[in-house]
């Protein structure tokens, strides 16, 4: 079996790896453009900022480890420039000596990542604008950075994010302009607000709902002209406005191709040629949620559909099950974590969702060093299948989704995180971890228990009458207009103070003292709701 694997990095040398473990006769050609196989891409943005300070590091398997434990042929500064379907061949070009060969191949594996977008304004060209994908990227910016004072980064995704920190730890002022009203937008807009605040807490500009219209040079610094008509003085511009799959040489190919380009595979991750697999960020995969095409470039996913190439190359059964978005990014010393459906692609697909908040600790109260949390909840709402789940905090936000990654996963409701058994300790913990909490809230509205109602809902009507059961010094330090505050420990006193005639509405800090200001009420015959997520999550809507 002779093997022709493009591209050497995530996928590709996954896919190069598990099948020389399948098989110690197989030739294994890895074909890659840059100067180096399998390095570490998620580690760029924080070589830049000095946190990884040896270049060495980001060589995750180098190429002489490659050759010699696994046997490969690793051809570093080689580009796939066509392949010839009838004849099994690929043409492959010596970037060094301009020598164009043909590779024969039994089976060929693309893997061939994505390239950062340009958008089409002016000036995108200019030798001070910078993207990130690979090691010679992230040389050219660290030196940048190393003359730089002011830095525009263009997109607020999670490699903008993790750019603009790493600028700003290397003492450079930077200004974030982002298209969307938010930060970070595959997560939910209220979900964010936190990060928002944060990011100008750690002295970051943002620019949100604005976008780049043009960069100018002037002498020898940059003008970037905002939509808005502000001007932003720079060094240097880093574009993160997203990746593009790298689809030419499929297309040259004839091999089928998504809407948004990615290329078309089964679940063994075999292209539209059945000698031919694809994975990584160049494909098209399936939403594991709700099963519609999507691209989603991530590097766990980009592995194991290596891995499953090479199984299903080697006849062994293996399967893709689509692609959840299992995301998590830090913002300085925050932390901001998803996974599934947000609720705007669920509101986007017309999806029937229903959604709750918490704000628990990370771990037991009491103990020293707690650090709240927010995490959101989506599930269906005839059977409690969880949807999706975001959170942010500090630490242990990527513990909480992991988990809940996992229920997704498993096809588990908001009835298995109530059962759920997790380590507890109050350091790392509490007896009923953030995850239970999310599924007794989740259940306690199913029920009816809990009949909830959202910040945003609350804000669009006038007419409810509102109790805050918070304690007088909480009132104080700001509320809800108009709400009434009777503390939940007076509360079962001064039920003639409720017009009974009205839609109530309980809230507290975080939603659990409203909750049981609500069984009570509900008791009595009130028509009542919680808010959801309490005053944390009303001023997040806000
Ligand atoms: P890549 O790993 O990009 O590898 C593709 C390789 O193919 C490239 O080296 C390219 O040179 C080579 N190539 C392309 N065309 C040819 C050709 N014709 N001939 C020869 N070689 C070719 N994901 C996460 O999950 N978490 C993170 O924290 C994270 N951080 C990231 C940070 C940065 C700065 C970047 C750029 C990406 C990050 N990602 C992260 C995404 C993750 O790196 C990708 O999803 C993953 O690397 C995709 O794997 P791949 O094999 O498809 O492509």
Redo the contacts with the bound molecule.
């Keep these: 079996m002779k093997i022709v694997i493009?591209?050497?990095?995530?996928?590709?040398a996954s896919a190069a790896a598990r099948a020389r473990r399948l098989d110690e006769d197989a030739e294994i050609i890895l074909?890659?453009?840059?100067e180096a196989p399998s390095f570490a891409?998620?580690g760029?943005?924080y070589y830049v900022g000095g946190v990884i300070e040896s270049r060495d590091k980001l060589l995750v398997t180098p190429k002489q480890r490659l050759i010699d434990r696994y046997r490969l042929d690793v051809r570093t500064y080689?580009?796939?420039?066509q392949i010839d379907r009838q004849a099994k061949t690929v043409l492959i070009r010596d970037l060094k000596s301009d020598n164009e060969y043909s590779e024969s191949y039994d089976k060929l594996i693309l893997?061939?990542?994505?390239s950062?977008l340009r958008p089409p304004i002016s000036g995108v060209d200019l030798p001070q604008v910078y993207t990130?994908?690979?090691l010679g990227d992230a040389d050219r910016l660290s030196q940048a950075g190393s003359q730089a004072e002011q830095a525009v980064v263009i997109g607020a995704g999670?490699?903008g994010l993790?750019m603009t920190e790493n600028l700003v730890r290397r003492g450079i002022e930077t200004t974030v302009v982002e298209l969307a009203d938010q930060v970070l937008p595959p997560w939910d807009a209220e979900m964010v607000t936190s990060v928002t605040e944060h990011l100008r807490s750690k002295g970051v500009k943002l620019e949100l709902a604005d976008a780049a219209e043009s960069i100018v040079p002037v002498e020898n610094r940059l003008l970037i002209q905002l939509r808005s008509g502000k001007k932003l003085p720079a060094d240097l511009v880093v574009l993160s406005v997203g990746v593009r799959p790298?689809n030419k040489?499929a297309i040259e190919a004839g091999l089928e191709v998504g809407q948004r380009g990615g290329i078309r595979v089964n679940e063994q991750m075999q292209t539209s040629d059945p000698d031919i697999y694809a994975?990584?960020?160049?494909v098209e995969v399936h939403h594991f949620v709700d099963g519609t095409p999507v691209q989603i470039?991530?590097?766990?996913?980009?592995n194991r559909q290596?891995r499953i190439a090479a199984d299903s190359i080697f006849g062994r059964s293996a399967h893709y099950r689509g692609t959840q978005g299992t995301?998590?990014?830090g913002v300085f010393d925050m932390t901001a974590s998803m996974t599934g459906l947000s609720e705007k692609s669920l509101r986007a697909a017309g999806m029937a969702f229903e959604k709750i908040y918490v704000h628990p600790s990370h771990h037991a109260g009491y103990f020293p060093g707690a650090e709240q949390m927010s995490l959101k909840l989506l599930f269906v709402p005839k059977d409690g299948k969880i949807l999706g789940a975001q959170a942010v905090g500090r630490a242990g936000v990527d513990k909480r989704i992991d988990v809940l990654a996992v229920a997704i996963q498993a096809g588990m409701t908001v009835y298995d995180l109530e059962e759920m058994e997790l380590a507890y300790a109050p350091q790392y913990g509490s007896a009923k971890d953030p995850v239970n909490m999310a599924g007794f809230v989740a259940v306690g509205v199913l029920k009816g228990d809990q009949p909830i109602i959202h910040a945003e809902h609350l804000m669009e009507a006038s007419n409810h009458f509102l109790v805050d059961v918070r304690s007088p010094e909480e009132y104080a330090n700001g509320h809800i207009p108009n709400a009434v505050n009777i503390p939940m420990e007076e509360l079962r006193g001064r039920l003639s103070e409720i017009p009974y005639d009205s839609r109530v509405v309980t809230y507290c800090q975080v939603g659990q003292r409203g909750y049981l200001a609500c069984r009570v009420l509900v008791q009595k015959g009130f028509q009542v709701a919680n808010l959801s997520g309490g005053y944390t999550s009303y001023q997040q809507y806000r």
């Design positions: 493009v591209g050497a990095v995530a996928g590709g074909v890659e453009r840059g891409n998620c760029l943005p080689s580009e796939a420039i893997s061939p990542g994505a950062p990130l994908r690979d999670f490699i993790e790298e040489l994975v990584g960020d160049a470039p991530l590097g766990g996913p980009a290596g995301a998590v990014v």
